[in-house]
């Protein structure tokens, strides 16, 4: 038996599940390649004794059979063996859903992250939280989003963010960012352990070993969920929940919340890209003037009634709550511009003195994004 050729979809689904511990079939589907060809290529990766599906407490994944393991193993052991032997997360599965779920939500981040464009397999890029690595150093291979465990082989201080939710850190032009998946339901934030988890980040990465490119930048936070839903989750009040969700109360000065499909890998290249991000902005600046420096409000640019108006088409939570916060306590009226599939659940999070307009989605991946394709 050998193993598929390493361009093709078949050893890209290897190579996600052997990363993942377990790949959630759900996920397949995200992949490129047309459905029923991904259908076929499942059958006959199982048939070929490649993967095997695991199903128990209505979670189906897919598993490397002991046979893949062996294969990936001498063909490039560089890469598969802090995955697939020893005792990594990643090689003794565990069957309790807690553990499932984690390395499901992980798998989820790990596809967003590979189709906006990032580099997420180890071999690609530099080893940035290696702790032999001399700093400072200047990555060549951006986007690159490191999970967990490759944030963990920074070395002792690593046992200072044992319990952190965070699936990973994105490193970008644009910035560094915490990434967390909550899926469809809340997820229950270790608060101290994410707070020491962005102070380590902000003294590891911008003070120490990137501060060439990303001295006194701030990290940022980025939370994916299952469906818009989760923001108005997320960005509620209620009492009980505030002191288990950190994303508010101004620890993190900026925290976008994306979907976990293809709009959310969109938004995460122009979050990526700060050339890309400019150029939707002053799309947007077209018919409004200029923000006003210093201004009660926080705003990207003003209308033609000397109102504020907030992009806020990365839902950045924080922003846009303080944006609404600010309307509210002194009286004004605003606007927020977002993308159409936003608009619903950001006019329930925005009192009633915020005007919500919105930009036509695939319009805008169409003719901005990928306006060469427009032309062919």
Known sequence: MRLPADDTLSYLLLTLTAISGEFPT????????????????????????????????SLRGLRLTAQAKGLLLEQSPERFSPYLTGN????????????????????????????????????????IFSPNLVPPVNPVHLPAYYHSREVKELGPQAAK???????????????????????????????????????????????????GRFRGAAIQGIVFGSSMDMLYSLMSSTPDLRHNYFILDGNFDRFHFLTSDHRGEVILQLLCSP????????????????????????????????????FAYTCDMPRIQRFDTALELQGRVGT?????????VLRRVCGPRVTIQSIDFEIFERSVLHPEEEST
């Open 336 to 344: 927020l511009i977002c993308f159409d599939f936003q608009e619903p």
């Open 161 to 211: 963010i044992r319990g952190s939710r965070s699936t990973g850190v994105l490193i970008a032009d644009g910035g560094i960012f915490v990434v967390y998946n909550t899926g469809p339901s809340m997820m229950k934030w270790e608060y101290k352990a994410e707070m020491r988890l962005k102070a380590l980040l902000q003294i590891e990465l911008c003070s120490r070993r990137l501060s």
């Open 275 to 310: 050339t890309q991000h400019a150029d939707l902005d002053r799309i947007l600046c077209e018919n409004l003037s200029p923000k006003r420096p210093g201004w009660p409000v926080e705003h990207d640019a003003i209308d033609e009634n000397g109102a504020p108006v907030l």
């Open 26 to 57: 759900s996920q397949v589907a995200r992949l490129p390649g047309g459905a029923s060809y991904k259908e076929n290529l499942l059958t006959q990766m199982r048939r070929t004794k490649l993967i095997r599906t695991f199903y128990r407490n």
């Open 88 to 127: 990594a997360e990643t090689n003794v599965l565990k069957s309790e859903v807690p553990r499932r779920l984690r390395l499901h939500r992980m798998a989820e981040v790990l596809v967003t992250m590979f189709n906006a464009g990032a580099y997420v397999f180890s071999w690609e890029k530099e080893a």
